[in-house]
């Protein structure tokens, strides 16, 4: 009888202790750049394009130095759930699996009393394990009218639901993918287990590429002049041979390649005029997807504020990396440039954060599944390579031991949109690239080398990197100090390159 009351007790605590912590609503896109959400400010902020995620870091902390470690969906998605760079999770490439026990932010929310659910884009070729409940696009998915892998329609690989209307009941050509991510998330909210805390991880498929906006952002921007970056005409930074005539372009510099043969702008057309048609066509239908997802975050707000729980929800926004918008004549992701590198990042949680916060600690991607851990009130697990910045989620200060510099590799040597292998440091005023021009490791990489080399960029003075300041001998002691500094970063995270012989050699050529 003693032993019944104890259980029964011990079950009741255990309850409580589970409800008294924050749901935590994680709502990711793919490829949307920091320039295009309005709160970060620049050139796009005055379209106003994200009226609700700028409500959110109006009501909490906005993060503005917050970076990926591999800006390709794939590998950084395994990032975010492993807590791990590349080389260690084994997701360096678009085309590798992550691995089932690599899977660990969902399984330690679980184990902590959350009910879990993974919704919308997944894009890591297995499975979703750890959560309670899954429904994810196959691979990137379609636009309208998307089917997904849904958890309780049998056994993956084939569950699969054709469409949204065998789930929901709604069977519509004209449903978008995100809004069809929405509904579904709404479903889970409204059935799900209210006795214990919700992490919901909430994945959009926008902005990504081929951009297709849904109908309700059809006339955005129609008659609206998009401001162009002052970098567009310049082209991409010269003076290293290892970048010279690599990346998909805006204009005509890349006849392979260029956003203009996507927006099927007339070939005919002289290369400056093409270059405006080209950016004004990719930039309109990037922002109509753009503010698709924000209206569609409107609907979990107002979802979560008519049940009651929106004050009681940790609400995370971010993107899975950076996107280029036209800067250096470049779109897409990949190069180690800002627009690529740099990642949203804004947190809403009145209970514990101040409205209006804004922090310039140094954060990597690496970091999100040990904060999401401490956030849950839990402890990360050893084998996660980043840290927790919870106290400064709450508005104080970084500790005096944190890093004061971030590393970032792409692997895919000129795969897709021809840009060369790479690794670099960023540190608050300086950047330091070095492009090594070769497949290794890489599943999907191109089997050649290109030309190895380096860029340098003093942040301090030029933050959009238009000039290349590498032979530049006012910068010799700096340049050095940042290679000491860069060898030393790899070491600390294991990445070095004594495992590749012919990375070695190559470094040491133009080192």
Same mark, same amino acid.
């Given at each position: 009888?003693?032993?019944?009351?104890?259980?029964?007790?011990?079950?009741?605590?255990?309850?409580?202790?589970?409800?008294?912590?924050?749901?935590?609503?994680?709502?990711?896109?793919?490829?949307?750049?920091?320039?295009?959400?309005?709160?970060?400010?620049?050139?796009?902020?005055?379209?106003?394009?994200?009226?609700?995620?700028?409500?959110?870091?109006?009501?909490?902390?906005?993060?503005?130095?917050?970076?990926?470690?591999?800006?390709?969906?794939?590998?950084?998605?395994?990032?975010?759930?492993?807590?791990?760079?590349?080389?260690?999770? #084994?997701?360096?490439?678009?085309?590798?699996?992550?691995?089932?026990?690599?899977?660990?932010?969902?399984?330690?929310?679980?184990?902590?009393?959350?009910?879990?659910?993974?919704?919308?884009?997944?894009?890591?070729?297995? *499975?979703?394990?750890?959560?309670?409940?899954?429904?994810?696009?196959?691979?990137?998915?379609?636009?309208?009218?998307?089917?997904?892998?849904?958890?309780?329609?049998?056994?993956?690989?084939?569950?699969?639901?054709?469409?949204?209307?065998?789930?929901?009941?709604?069977?519509?050509?004209?449903?978008?993918?995100?809004?069809?991510?929405?509904?579904?998330?709404?479903?889970?909210?409204?059935?799900?287990?209210?006795?214990?805390?919700?992490?919901?991880?909430?994945?959009?498929?926008?902005?990504?590429?081929?951009?297709?906006?849904?109908?309700?952002?059809?006339?955005?921007?129609?008659?609206?002049? %998009?401001?162009?970056?002052?970098?567009?005409?310049?082209?991409?930074?010269?003076?290293?041979?290892?970048?010279?005539?690599?990346?998909?372009?805006?204009?005509?510099?890349?006849?392979?390649?260029?956003?203009?043969?996507?927006?099927?702008?007339?070939?005919?057309?002289?290369?400056?005029?093409?270059?405006?048609?080209?950016?004004?066509?990719?930039?309109?239908?990037?922002?109509?997807?753009?503010?698709?997802?924000?209206?569609?975050? #409107?609907?979990? %707000?107002?979802?979560?504020?008519?049940?009651?729980?929106?004050?009681?929800?940790?609400?995370?926004?971010?993107?899975?990396?950076?996107?280029?918008?036209?800067?250096?004549?470049?779109?897409?992701?990949?190069?180690?440039?800002? *627009?690529?590198?740099?990642?949203?990042?804004?947190?809403?949680?009145?209970?514990?954060?101040?409205?209006?916060?804004?922090?310039?600690?140094? %954060?990597?991607?690496?970091?999100?599944?040990?904060?999401?851990?401490?956030?849950?009130?839990?402890?990360?697990?050893?084998?996660?390579? #980043?840290?927790?910045?919870?106290?400064?989620?709450?508005?104080?200060?970084?500790?005096?031991?944190?890093?004061?510099?971030?590393?970032?590799?792409?692997?895919?040597?000129?795969?897709?949109?021809?840009?060369?292998?790479?690794?670099?440091?960023?540190?608050?005023?300086?950047?330091?690239?070095?492009?090594?021009?070769?497949?290794?490791?890489?599943?999907?990489?191109?089997?050649?080398?290109?030309?190895?080399?380096?860029?340098?960029?003093?942040?301090?003075?030029?933050?959009? *990197?238009? %000039?290349?300041?590498?032979?530049?001998?006012?910068?010799?002691?700096?340049?050095?100090?940042?290679?000491? *500094?860069?060898?030393?970063?790899?070491?600390?995270?294991?990445?070095?390159?004594?495992?590749?012989?012919?990375?070695?050699?190559?470094?040491?050529?133009?080192?």
């Amino acid at each position: 009888m003693i032993a019944c009351v104890a259980f029964a007790l011990g079950s009741i605590l255990s309850s409580l202790a589970a409800t008294e912590r924050p749901n935590i609503l994680w709502i990711m896109s793919d490829d949307h750049a920091r320039q295009a959400v309005g709160a970060y400010g620049g050139r796009l902020a005055p379209l106003n394009p994200t009226p609700t995620i700028d409500r959110l870091a109006r009501e909490g902390v906005r993060f503005d130095n917050v970076f990926c470690s591999n800006s390709i969906c794939t590998p950084s998605r395994a990032t975010l759930l492993s807590g791990q760079y590349s080389h260690v999770n #084994g997701v360096r490439t678009l085309t590798d699996a992550i691995a089932p026990d690599k899977v660990v932010l969902p399984h330690v929310l679980s184990d902590l009393g959350y009910q879990t659910a993974m919704i919308g884009k997944w894009h890591l070729h297995v *499975e979703p394990t750890g959560f309670d409940y899954y429904c994810v696009l196959p691979g990137q998915g379609t636009y309208f009218n998307p089917e997904f892998f849904d958890q309780n329609a049998g056994k993956w690989p084939d569950n699969r639901r054709q469409m949204i209307g065998k789930v929901l009941g709604k069977a519509d050509a004209a449903l978008h993918a995100d809004d069809a991510i929405t509904d579904l998330s709404l479903h889970w909210l409204s059935e799900r287990d209210t006795s214990k805390p919700f992490f919901l991880m909430h994945h959009f498929k926008s902005p990504h590429g081929n951009w297709e906006n849904p109908e309700s952002t059809d006339f955005l921007y129609e008659n609206t002049y %998009i401001p162009e970056p002052h970098t567009l005409r310049g082209g991409p930074v010269t003076g290293s041979p290892s970048t010279e005539g690599l990346g998909s372009s805006i204009g005509k510099r890349n006849l392979k390649r260029n956003i203009g043969m996507q927006m099927r702008v007339d070939q005919d057309m002289e290369a400056e005029a093409y270059e405006t048609a080209a950016y004004q066509r990719y930039l309109k239908k990037y922002l109509r997807c753009v503010r698709g997802v924000d209206d569609n975050i #409107g609907r979990l %707000i107002d979802y979560l504020e008519s049940t009651g729980e929106l004050d009681n929800t940790i609400i995370l926004y971010t993107s899975d990396q950076g996107q280029l918008t036209g800067e250096h004549d470049y779109y897409d992701k990949r190069w180690m440039y800002e *627009e690529s590198l740099r990642m949203p990042f804004i947190v809403r949680y009145p209970p514990a954060i101040k409205a209006g916060l804004i922090s310039d600690a140094m %954060i990597t991607n690496v970091d999100f599944a040990p904060t999401l851990i401490d956030l849950a009130g839990g402890e990360a697990p050893g084998s996660m390579q #980043g840290r927790s910045f919870k106290t400064m989620i709450h508005g104080g200060d970084a500790p005096d031991d944190w890093r004061e510099a971030v590393y970032y590799r792409y692997w895919m040597q000129l795969a897709h949109h021809y840009v060369p292998a790479h690794y670099g440091i960023r540190t608050t005023d300086h950047k330091l690239i070095f492009y090594y021009g070769l497949p290794l490791d890489a599943s999907g990489a191109v089997p050649e080398q290109s030309p190895a080399g380096w860029q340098f960029f003093d942040l301090s003075r030029d933050p959009d *990197e238009t %000039i290349d300041l590498y032979r530049d001998p006012k910068y010799t002691e700096t340049i050095a100090s940042l290679k000491d *500094e860069l060898l030393e970063l790899k070491a600390e995270i294991g990445d070095t390159d004594e495992r590749y012989p012919e990375l070695m050699a190559v470094r040491e050529q133009a080192w």
